[in-house]
């Protein structure tokens, strides 16, 4: 698995783009890039272009890991919001059960939505409401 970070962007803080097969370990080792850039912020946005990135190897288990690993690194999202872009209507599957997830952990302010397009990803990112230090927000 690959990806690329690129910063700054309207209305996401933060575009990324992957590509070849989903693992825990890839999406980490983003994760941890963007936190670990003197650029990140919290409450930045990102948009996430999984469109060229196989998520049907991905397992429920693999999944659930996935979600606590953002878990575990909660504190430095503050109230952003992220957008995924999927590729396929499988990848957009596997990712709604991740979406789900994410709900389901009260301790996660960063809200994550799964998509088909970059248009209608990019809509919600510019819905979201100015991140309000210190509170739970949408």
Not at 96 to 120: D, G, N, T, W, Y
Request: aromatic share 8%.
């Amino acid at each position: 698995m690959e990806h690329r970070i690129t910063w700054g962007g309207d209305p996401e803080g933060i575009y990324v783009t992957t590509t070849g097969v989903a693992t825990v370990e890839g999406l980490d080792a983003c994760v941890q890039e963007m936190l670990a850039d003197p650029r990140f912020q919290p409450g930045l946005h990102a948009l996430v272009d999984h469109r060229q990135l196989d998520w049907s190897q991905m397992r429920p288990e693999e999944i659930k890991r996935r979600v606590d690993l953002i878990v575990r690194d909660a504190d430095h999202f503050g109230l952003a919001r992220g957008a995924m872009v999927m590729g396929r209507q499988v990848d957009y599957g596997v990712a709604r059960i991740e979406q789900s997830h994410f709900e389901a952990r009260s301790e996660l302010r960063f809200k994550l939505r799964v998509f088909m397009s970059v248009e209608e990803a990019r809509q919600w990112l510019r819905e979201a409401p100015a991140p309000e230090t210190g509170s739970a927000g949408s």
